[in-house]
């Protein structure tokens, strides 16, 4: 039995890291480059792997160099590539990310790719395994139709969802009772909201709004400034770790990750939203996304 699945894409993360994001027009010297596994489930799925989590990842790539390097990927992190359909029609996703190196901020392009043409009839065999895995986990970068399909099937049978609404895009009302955990970050919280969120109080706010819908637990992650949690009852604030971030890309995706590993264990929630929010910490400590996931040993 897999602990958790995930459900997502993997992309060739392309990123330049300079003294400024470059304004429309404008042309900087960067300071570095580099390419490597980005695409938010398959980072997610590389944070729990390297927690020490027992994790499948359901996904699409194209047969080609960049489908080499997701494939090789997952070898190096120790999860399954049975269930990556490769399609020689199709192109590998890659996403161009720019970043400020003073701040670790950045802007990112993503180009799907491959998995903008999965297909609910082409993952039968794929349902089974979400049917029988403990935690399913999923973002919105496959369609949604998908998506839909693979969280209805994991709440009938019995496990833990969640969904990190990411990139924030529609979601129909058939979603919210299929959600345990709802995981947007500040920016998205308030596009499935309406509330902008500056405190404490204002991320209550939207979260009250989100628990109304249906959704049974929400976290909004707060980026430098922590993590917000609601379930309609208890509320739970967890300030970020004091460290000096070199590159925030992927910092939702460890969180991600690390909340559904420690879920897994059965941990009560604050201790997982801590270790969720150490995790998410210490990925920003290195440049890129999949690459900067950290390993159980760096948690000491
Ligand atoms: P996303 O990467 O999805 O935009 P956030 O920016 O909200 O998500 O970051 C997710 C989590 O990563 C935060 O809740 C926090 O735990 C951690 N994090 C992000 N930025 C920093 C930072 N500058 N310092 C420490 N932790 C951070």
């Given at each position: 039995?897999?602990?958790?699945t995930?459900?997502?894409?993997f ?7 300079g ?49 080499e ?85 994991a ?29 947007p ?29 249906g ?75 999949g ?10």
């Amino acid at each position: 039995m897999s602990e958790i699945t995930v459900l997502g894409i993997f992309v060739a993360d392309i990123s330049f890291s300079g003294h400024k994001i470059p304004s429309i027009g404008e042309t900087i010297l960067g300071k570095k480059y580099n390419v490597g596994p980005g695409g938010k489930g398959c980072n997610q799925a590389i944070a729990i792997s390297r927690l020490g989590g027992k994790t499948n990842f359901i996904s699409k790539i194209g047969k080609d160099s960049y489908g080499e390097l997701a494939l090789k990927t997952l070898e190096k992190n120790k999860i399954s590539t049975k269930n990556v359909i490769q399609d020689s029609n199709q192109q590998t996703g890659v996403a161009g990310i720019l970043v400020d190196q003073n701040t670790g901020k950045n802007a990112i392009n993503v180009i799907v790719g491959a998995p903008s043409s999965l297909k609910v009839n082409e993952i039968e065999k794929q349902i089974d395994l979400i049917k029988s895995s403990k935690i399913f986990l999923t973002q919105l970068e496959v369609p949604k139709d998908v998506t839909l399909h693979c969280l209805k099937t994991a709440k009938e049978s019995g496990c833990i969802t969640i969904l990190n609404p990411a990139p924030a895009s529609e979601i129909s009302k058939d979603y919210y009772s299929n959600i345990d955990y709802f995981t947007p970050n500040e920016t998205e919280a308030e596009f499935y909201t309406g509330v902008k969120i500056s405190n404490q109080r204002d991320a209550k706010k939207a979260a009250d709004k989100l628990i109304n819908l249906g959704i049974k637990k929400v976290v909004i992650t707060l980026g430098e400034k922590g993590l917000f949690y609601f379930d309609g009852k208890e509320e739970i604030y967890l300030k970020a770790s004091n460290v000096k971030a070199v590159d925030t890309t992927g910092a939702g995706d460890a969180f991600n990750g690390a909340l559904a590993f420690s879920l897994s264990k059965e941990k009560p929630i604050k201790e997982c939203l801590k270790l969720a929010n150490k995790v998410a910490g210490l990925s920003t400590l290195k440049l890129g996304a999949g690459d900067a996931m950290p390993f159980i040993g760096d948690l000491d």
